[in-house]
């Protein structure tokens, strides 16, 4: 079956760095769009980041200029480097997979999730 398992999250203080790293197994993974979501306590959960197959990336406007978002194919993995972290992005990140078979269906898988907390 289908796995997604991340890693890297962490405490870390304000203004420091993390990487998230999201390995995935059961899929072509070359396939897959490879997206980074985040939720905090009491809130939505919001896209913070998606890089595409052909590695296009998109970003949460609250995140541009400070997360990097990358994919190695060889590996299987995708990454989310988090720099200048405030406190604001405390928050359980998930890593998630996305297919889209045709223009009517698609796919998606979901980590776990790794907890990132930031002190303030």
């Known amino acids: 079956q289908v796995q997604l398992v991340e890693s890297g999250g962490g405490l870390v203080q304000n203004g420091g760095s993390l990487r998230l790293s999201c390995a995935a197994s059961?899929?072509?993974?070359?396939?897959?769009?490879m997206g980074w979501y985040r939720q905090a306590p009491g809130k939505q959960r919001e896209l913070v980041a998606i890089?595409?197959?052909?590695?296009?990336?998109n970003y949460a406007d609250s995140v541009k200029g400070r997360f990097t978002i990358s994919r190695d194919n060889a590996k299987n993995t995708v990454y989310l480097q988090m720099n200048s972290l405030k406190p604001e992005d405390t928050a359980v990140y998930y890593c998630?997979?996305?297919?889209?078979?045709?223009?009517?269906?698609?796919?998606?898988?979901w980590g776990q999730g790794t907890q990132v907390t930031v002190s303030s």
């Open positions: 059961g899929i072509i993974f070359s396939l897959y769009a």
């Open positions: 998630n997979a996305n297919w889209v078979i045709f223009t009517t269906k698609s796919v998606d898988y």
């Open positions: 890089i595409t197959s052909d590695s296009s990336t």
